[in-house]
């Protein structure tokens, strides 16, 4: 069964950093679509960056020069390098794990096959 689990989040202060983990277990890292999403509260969930099976990525414009998505395929694990950090990054932060097809596609965060149970991030100012 494919199980995603994340892990790093925690309390920083504004221009601090923090590395998310997404544990994948059930299909190998190297061959699926694999993004980032968050939510803050009372928003909806926005989509922060994907990796294709190639290793592709494409960043929200809010994240883009900030944010690094990776994947390890010895351990099996997406990555989410986050740097500068801004109160607004606050959030639940999920790794999903997305129909590899639609990966490049504007529409990808619909296709979502896969939720991970989150890992909260909270920046302070």
């Known amino acids: 069964q494919v199980q995603l689990v994340e892990s790093g989040g925690g309390s920083v202060q504004a221009g601090g950093s923090l590395r998310l983990s997404c544990e994948v277990s059930?299909?190998?890292?190297?061959?699926?679509?694999l993004g980032w999403f968050r939510q803050a509260q009372g928003r909806g969930r926005e989509g922060v960056a994907r990796?294709?099976?190639?290793?592709?990525?494409i960043y929200a414009d809010s994240v883009k020069g900030r944010f690094t998505i990776s994947k390890v395929s010895t351990n099996n694990t997406l990555y989410l390098q986050m740097n500068s950090l801004k109160p607004e990054d606050s959030a639940m932060y999920y790794c999903?794990?997305?129909?590899?097809?639609?990966?490049?596609?504007?529409?990808?965060?619909?296709?979502?096959?896969?939720w991970g149970h989150g890992t909260q991030v909270t920046v302070s100012s």
């Open positions: 059930g299909y190998p890292v190297s061959s699926y679509c």
């Open positions: 999903a794990a997305v129909n590899s097809f639609f990966c490049n596609a504007d529409s990808w965060y619909k296709f979502v096959e896969r």
């Open positions: 990796i294709d099976a190639i290793g592709r990525t």
